[in-house]
């Protein structure tokens, strides 16, 4: 289904219905482990059409692609579970494009919630032989409140769906406050260890500095759990969980506006990665081209 649809799709493919893929298969896949069942789906079209060109998910599923010259197979998740759907390559951007465009709001053709956008993260692949591109990014988050609930989905997004499509590669980006000389910020996601945000405090008073014992009270109190103490950097680290994420999303917001910004227009992104993680625990090579259009922050 999967090879015909990408290679060989006529008119009435383009129009129909995505097409689930519970109606294609000899067994039935909704009790299984979601993971599983991802797992199981990419495989089998892998056999036929090789490695998608891009990962990535939205608010409710994967969101995985693979493209021939003129057409992209997007495998999603519906209402009903994953499904299959072919698109004119060209139409599917616009269409993707204007809903970025638009942005999350109110308005009438906004989106109520980050959630509801395309996908809240993709992945082009170094080795895919898609172009290098610039994903189209939505507004920043209006308030700390809509931040910090894109934050939280997103960081949902990627702990239940990197495992299924990237096995144990990890996520990694840096929040930078401009209202306080581009403090970094850095939020990982890596499925083999906890949720973890990381700050630069290198700037701090040391042991024997006035105002040490103070500024660290101040750290622990808004939820930082731990100083490095070589790196003088702080750390907190949460379980890949909704109360994890939920509670991650929580302390960033909380850090920021204690550091002086004003709202998410403060904010900048850098050094988005997605690499693998090798069996030692270190990183590996860098997987392709990461978008976070999800994240309510803009470059």
Same mark, same amino acid.
């Given at each position: 289904?999967?090879?015909?649809?990408?290679? @060989?799709?006529?008119?009435?493919?383009?129009? /129909?219905? %995505?097409? *689930?893929?519970?109606?294609?298969?000899?067994?039935?896949?909704? /009790?299984?482990?979601?993971?599983?069942? !991802?797992?199981?789906?990419? @495989?089998?079209?892998?056999?036929?059409?090789?490695?998608?060109?891009? $990962?990535?998910?939205?608010?409710?599923?994967?969101?995985?692609?693979? @493209?021939?010259?003129?057409?992209?197979?997007?495998?999603?998740?519906?209402?009903?579970?994953?499904?299959?759907?072919?698109?004119?390559?060209?139409?599917?951007?616009?269409?993707?494009?204007?809903? #970025?465009?638009?942005? !999350?709001?109110?308005?009438?053709?906004? !989106?109520?919630?980050?959630?509801?956008? %395309? $996908?809240?993260?993709?992945?082009?692949?170094?080795?895919?032989?898609?172009?290098?591109?610039? /994903?189209?990014?939505?507004?920043?988050?209006?308030?700390?409140?809509?931040?910090?609930?894109?934050?939280?989905?997103?960081?949902?997004?990627?702990?239940?769906?990197?495992?299924?499509?990237?096995?144990?590669?990890?996520?990694? #980006? +840096?929040?930078?406050?401009? /209202?306080?000389?581009?403090?970094?910020?850095?939020?990982?996601? +890596?499925?083999?260890?906890?949720?973890?945000?990381?700050?630069?405090?290198?700037?701090?008073?040391?042991?024997?500095?006035?105002?040490?014992?103070? $500024?660290?009270?101040?750290?622990?109190?808004?939820?930082?759990?731990?100083?490095?103490?070589?790196?003088?950097?702080?750390?907190?680290? #949460?379980?890949?969980?909704?109360?994890?994420?939920?509670?991650?999303?929580?302390?960033?917001?909380?850090?920021?506006?204690?550091?002086?910004?004003?709202? *998410?227009?403060?904010?900048?992104?850098?050094?988005?990665?997605?690499?693998?993680?090798?069996?030692?625990?270190?990183?590996?090579?860098?997987?392709?081209?990461? #978008?976070? %259009?999800?994240?309510?922050?803009?470059?």
């Amino acid at each position: 289904m999967a090879e015909r649809l990408c290679q @060989q799709a006529t008119a009435a493919d383009y129009e /129909a219905a %995505p097409t *689930p893929l519970e109606e294609l298969c000899r067994i039935s896949l909704t /009790a299984r482990d979601p993971i599983i069942h !991802v797992q199981a789906a990419l @495989q089998a079209i892998e056999e036929r059409l090789g490695p998608p060109a891009q $990962y990535g998910g939205s608010g409710i599923g994967p969101s995985i692609r693979w @493209q021939s010259a003129t057409n992209t197979l997007l495998l999603d998740q519906g209402s009903g579970g994953l499904q299959l759907s072919v698109h004119r390559s060209d139409e599917l951007a616009d269409r993707e494009a204007a809903a #970025f465009h638009h942005g !999350v709001g109110s308005g009438i053709h906004q !989106v109520a919630t980050y959630s509801e956008l %395309p $996908y809240l993260w993709q992945l082009n692949r170094h080795d895919s032989g898609t172009p290098a591109t610039v /994903a189209p990014l939505p507004p920043p988050a209006s308030d700390w409140l809509q931040l910090e609930q894109s934050v939280r989905t997103l960081l949902i997004a990627l702990s239940d769906q990197l495992p299924a499509q990237l096995g144990t590669a990890g996520v990694g #980006f +840096n929040l930078l406050n401009h /209202a306080d000389r581009d403090r970094v910020l850095a939020v990982l996601c +890596n499925p083999d260890d906890e949720l973890m945000a990381l700050i630069d405090t290198t700037d701090s008073p040391d042991q024997w500095s006035p105002g040490h014992a103070e $500024y660290e009270d101040g750290m622990t109190s808004r939820g930082w759990h731990s100083k490095i103490p070589l790196a003088r950097w702080w750390e907190a680290s #949460f379980p890949h969980s909704i109360k994890g994420a939920t509670a991650l999303a929580t302390l960033i917001v909380r850090e920021l506006r204690s550091r002086g910004a004003r709202g *998410p227009a403060d904010l900048g992104l850098s050094n988005l990665s997605i690499e693998e993680t090798l069996d030692t625990g270190g990183l590996g090579r860098d997987l392709g081209q990461l #978008f976070l %259009p999800g994240l309510g922050v803009s470059h």
